[in-house]
């Protein structure tokens, strides 16, 4: 059974950072597609970044150069930095992993960072 759960939310003030982190058991992430999503109140679900198994990164136009995406092999996680926090990033942060062939798309449950003075 595949289980993917976040951790390293939490609050934060502006400008301050944070270290989120997703943890995978009965899959290994070098075969997918890895997703960060976030979610803030009130508003849809949107995408951050993305690591594909080639570690090439995309990352949204809202947080290039302040979030940093990355992934370890050896403890089969993958890391998201956040850096110079907004409040506007404030979201429930989720961790997706997806395969086009065949299809397999797996989510974790999301760690809440919440952003304030």
């Known amino acids: 059974q595949v289980q993917l759960v976040e951790s390293g939310g939490g609050f934060v003030q502006p400008g301050g950072s944070l270290s989120l982190s997703c943890a995978a058991s009965?899959?290994?992430?070098?075969?997918?597609?890895t997703n960060w999503f976030r979610q803030p109140p009130g508003k849809q679900r949107e995408l951050v970044a993305s690591i594909t198994p080639l570690h090439y990164t995309h990352y949204e136009d809202f947080v290039k150069g302040r979030f940093t995406i990355s992934r370890d092999d050896d403890q089969n996680t993958v890391l998201l930095h956040l850096n110079d926090l907004k409040t506007e990033d404030t979201a429930v942060y989720f961790c997706n992993a997806a395969t086009v062939h065949p299809p397999q798309n797996y989510w974790g449950h999301g760690t809440q960072v919440t952003v304030s003075p």
């Open positions: 009965g899959m290994s992430f070098r075969n997918y597609i």
